[in-house]
C-alpha cells in the first residue's frame, strides 16, 4: 500500500541530545514536509522540501535540521538548541507543493 | 501573509445536531481552500477542497462553500455522528505551488 510511515511512534529525549524522527514515503510525491503539533494548538510549518537535495525553514525552524539526499525520505533532527522540544510531529507529502497533503501518523517527542 | 482563522472550541453536540464550524481568510491572490480532519492519535486527511469562489466541496456528508465575498469557508453536516469527533483544520494554499497556511483547528466532540 502507498502512504508516508513515520518511525518512531514514541521517542524520549534526554537534555542536550540530538534525536532523528524519520519519514519515508512510496507515493513518489515531490514535496515532502515537517509540521510541529503542540496541545490546542494548530500546525505550524518547520521545514519543508520542493524537490530532492533541496528545502526550505518553514515557521519555526530554529532547532531543527533536515535532509532530502532521495526523494522518498525527509528526515528530521531535533537538536539540543530546540529548548521545548515536546510535541507531535507530522511528516507529509503532496504531488508539489499547495496541493493535496498525505499525512503520516505522527511521531510524540517527549523530554526526559 | 496569508492566514486562517477558526471558530474557537470545543465543540461539544449531541448525535443528529447540525454542525458548523467557521473558518475566514486572508490571502492575496486566489487561493485554494481545504479542510482536513484529524482523528485521535493520528495524521490528518483531506476532507474536502474547493478551488475557486462558489465551488463548494462536499465529502462523508459535510460541505463548504467558498465565499470569496465574506472570505468564508465554513464547514457544515446536516445530522453528526459520534464518529465525526476529531479535530477539524481549515487551510489554505495561495497558489498552485504555495504550501498550505493552517488553522489553529477546532475540536467537535459529539455524544451519544
Known amino acids: 500500500d502507498g502512504g508516508i510511515t513515520q518511525s518512531p511512534k514514541y521517542l524520549f529525549r534526554k537534555e542536550g541530545q540530538n534525536v532523528t524522527l524519520s519519514c519515508e514515503q512510496n507515493?513518489?510525491?515531490?514535496?515532502m514536509y515537517w509540521y510541529r503539533q503542540d496541545p490546542g494548538q494548530g500546525l505550524r510549518l518547520i521545514y519543508y522540501?520542493?524537490?530532492?537535495?533541496?528545502?526550505q525553514k518553514g515557521d519555526i525552524a530554529e532547532g531543527y535540521s533536515v535532509s532530502r539526499e532521495k526523494k522518498e525520505s525527509f528526515p528530521l533532527t531535533v537538536t539540543s538548541a530546540q529548548k521545548n522540544p515536546t510535541a507531535f510531529y507530522l511528516c507529509?507529502?503532496?504531488?508539489?507543493?499547495?496541493?493535496?497533503?498525505?499525512f503520516g501518523s505522527g511521531t510524540q517527542l517527549s523530554v526526559l | 501573509g496569508d492566514s486562517v482563522t477558526q471558530m474557537e472550541g470545543p465543540v461539544t453536540l449531541s448525535e443528529e445536531a447540525f454542525l458548523t464550524i467557521n473558518c475566514t481568510y486572508t490571502a492575496t491572490g486566489y487561493p485554494s481552500l481545504f479542510w482536513y480532519v484529524q482523528y485521535p492519535g493520528e495524521g490528518l486527511q483531506l476532507l474536502l477542497k474547493?478551488?475557486?469562489?462558489?465551488d463548494k466541496g462536499s465529502n462523508k456528508g459535510f460541505e463548504a462553500t467558498y465565499r470569496k465575498e465574506t472570505t468564508s469557508f465554513h464547514l457544515e453536516k446536516g445530522s453528526v455522528q459520534v464518529s465525526d469527533s476529531a479535530v477539524y483544520f481549515c487551510a489554505l494554499g495561495e497558489t498552485s505551488g504555495s504550501r498550505l497556511t493552517f488553522g489553529e483547528g477546532t475540536q467537535l466532540t459529539v455524544n451519544p
Open positions: 474547493a478551488t475557486k469562489a462558489d
Open positions: 507529509a507529502s503532496s504531488i508539489m507543493l499547495g496541493e493535496k497533503l498525505f
Open positions: 507515493l513518489n510525491h515531490d514535496a
Open positions: 522540501s520542493q524537490i530532492v537535495n533541496d528545502f
